[in-house]
């Protein structure tokens, strides 16, 4: 059976990890979270003392940046330079400085590339704001997911209290109202719907109907 590219996007908190990583593994797919790439680059400027203002700061820190993932017990982890960061890139800090970063072109150019390299054989279901429009715009079937922002703003705020990380929820609303502003008004490759996506909002939908009804669209796309 030939197999296809999915592409999720949307905004942020809006369940779209959690609908990829389900349907990555119902079709036996790999994932790929391609905002955890974008999360990794910023933590790495951030410790690193790197002024995402000055290009050739950027242009010589990309070079040295080395992201891959590796599943360990079940978890798609994200490694910065061989070192596990999948804890540290859901720091709010992170989330705070993370929006600006990637409006920066050479940095969305070095991680496209990267991302376009793991789509090559399909079989991939990719989460994030540029998905169906510039790096898999041939992506078999394209998912726009939206919510109600209270609703995304509590949903992180449980995840965040899960993963036993303390935060604000007025803090939340906040970060996600901004980085809606900044992903959707950004002048490369803004969050926007593809054309040809189909739009899910799952602000009164359980996870399982929301899968039910995208798996559906996996099939149809399958099955040609
Ligand atoms: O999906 P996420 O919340 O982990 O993404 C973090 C940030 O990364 C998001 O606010 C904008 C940026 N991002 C992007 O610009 N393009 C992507 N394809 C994925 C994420």
Do not use: F, T, Y
């Given at each position: 059976m030939s197999k296809i590219i999915v592409a999720i996007d949307g905004y942020s908190s809006c369940g779209k990890s959690t609908l990829a990583k389900a349907m990555a593994k119902q079709l036996h797919y790999a994932y790929l979270d391609s905002g955890a790439m974008y999360r990794a680059v910023t933590l790495y400027f951030m410790n690193n003392g790197v002024d995402y203002q000055v290009p050739e700061a950027v242009e010589s820190a990309l070079a040295n940046i080395s992201i891959h993932f590796e599943r360990i017990n079940g978890e798609n982890c994200t490694f910065l330079n061989g070192e596990n960061v999948e804890r540290a890139i859901r720091d709010m800090r992170v989330s705070d400085l993370v929006s600006p970063v990637s409006t920066i072109s050479?940095?969305?150019?070095?991680?496209?590339?990267?991302?376009?390299?793991?789509?090559?054989?399909?079989?991939?279901?990719?989460?994030g704001r540029d998905i169906g429009t510039v790096v898999f715009p041939d992506a078999e079937l394209k998912i726009f997911l939206t919510a109600d922002i209270d609703v995304r703003t509590s949903r992180r705020h449980l995840e965040l209290a899960a993963k036993g990380?303390?935060?604000?929820?007025?803090?939340?609303?906040?970060n996600l109202q901004e980085r809606d502003r900044i992903d959707s008004t950004r002048d490369d490759s803004p969050l926007r719907r593809a054309e040809d996506a189909v739009i899910i909002d799952n602000t009164l939908l359980s996870e399982?109907?929301?899968?039910?009804?995208a798996m559906g669209l996996a099939n149809e796309r399958i099955s040609g």
């Open positions: 050479a940095v969305r150019r070095a991680m496209v590339r990267q991302q376009q390299s793991m789509g090559r054989r399909r079989g991939i279901v990719a989460d990380i303390d935060a604000n929820w007025d803090e939340i609303h906040h399982q109907q929301q899968l039910a009804k």
